[in-house]
């Protein structure tokens, strides 16, 4: 399966390189951090917001916030790149209203509560992590840095906190798990070719990861029209060489090589008998991402899953779908209490890890947050990514009067939906 068109990415420098004797993959390397080096330094301009966000002195003057290091990875990606991690579905409003909705959400501090002692810890399916923020699945960390998802987990572990590897990683699975001691859940397609998503998860399971994260929100893949326009291309994925191919030639239609990809592999047939398919094929626990309703929600849990994670997949899929945060009460009242009811899309502070608790999460994913804190950083800026968030969710626990995430209540935040029904 040929997965990368190397001619977008080889310059006749890294021609020479080749010739020399250099692998593919190292030149690949090179000629990608040579490219965000130059682009960094060209960033380095007075109209930057923050001229003293230097790659040189950057230990000493870090960013404070997910923000920053977005504006990070912006400067230090190709614009293909970027756009691709950044981007979503069509108009994108899903994509905005992720964040938007979080905004419209306030909090309702108590006060003259002893908050000298926080504990952030809770359990998930059995496992004791100490915040509740958790790594979501994205593909192709190699994109970000050539140390990839094994930099990811890396961070995630030294964190203590699980990680959600993608089928679309572009380090291999063997690699990952051997990278690190820690607690990692694997995300899966269903493809046409069950024998593919069959084998994924033998994989898993053999190499001791504990769940299946089953992606249900993407029968077909969404409309990503930055993806379109730039013909994004993508990094070897190793881990589907070998058990199926497809033809990614984009003709003149035009097109991303992640729409001819799941366009050929993933099937729009998906429905609930593959979740029972899956649950015989293995005892691992399946959590299913990407229920936006109460009656998917009560579905899932009927099919027996072990969680439920709200997601609209970060606004890359259907565009106009609920902001996840939106839609996290009404399944956690569907669910009622029978599985964990995890949330991802928009997080970018701590108030708003605040909010999915307060509004019944268990426990919350990020995704682009820790995308560009590998971009910005690598393994350091991933990790530091997700230290910030926690920091932040204890600070917003001090200042609402919460000890525990247990003391984290609904009283604690004010929607739009409550702030229209005390109008009425
Ligand atoms: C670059 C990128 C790649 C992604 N790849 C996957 C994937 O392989 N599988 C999946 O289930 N979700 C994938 N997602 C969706 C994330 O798991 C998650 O739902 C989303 O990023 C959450 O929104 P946030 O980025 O605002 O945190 C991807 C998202 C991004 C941004
Ligand atoms: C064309 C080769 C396929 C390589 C896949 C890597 C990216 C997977 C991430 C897909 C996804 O869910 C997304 O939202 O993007």
Known sequence: MKFVDHDLYLTSEDFTKRRAGLTLEAVLHSSFWHRCYLSFLSSLDSRSPRPSLDPRGMEHNLPVNVREY??????????MHYDYINGGAEDEYTLRENIAAYGRIMLRPRVLVDVSKIDMSTNLLGYDIPSPIIVAPTGAHKLANPEGEVATSRAAAACNTIMVLSFGSSCKIQEVAASCDAIRFFQLYIYKRRDVSATLVRRAESLG???IVLTVDTPVLGRREADIRNKMVFPPSPNLEGLMSFNDDLGTGGGSKLERFASETLDPSLSWKDVEWLKSITSLPILLKGVVTAEDARKAVE???AGVIVSNHGGRQLDYAPPAIAALEEVVKAVAGAVPVLVDGGIRRGTDVFKALALGAKAVMVGRPVFYGLAARGEAGAKHVIE???KELELAMALCGCRSVA???RRHVLTEGDR????L
């Open 407 to 409: 003391e984290v209540t």
């Open 388 to 390: 910030m968030l926690n």
């Open 209 to 211: 990861f504990k769940a």
């Open 70 to 79: 977005q504006e990070l990875a912006k400067k230090a990606l190709p614009k």
């Open 303 to 305: 099919a027996g899953v």
């Open 420 to 423: 229209f029904r005390a109008l």
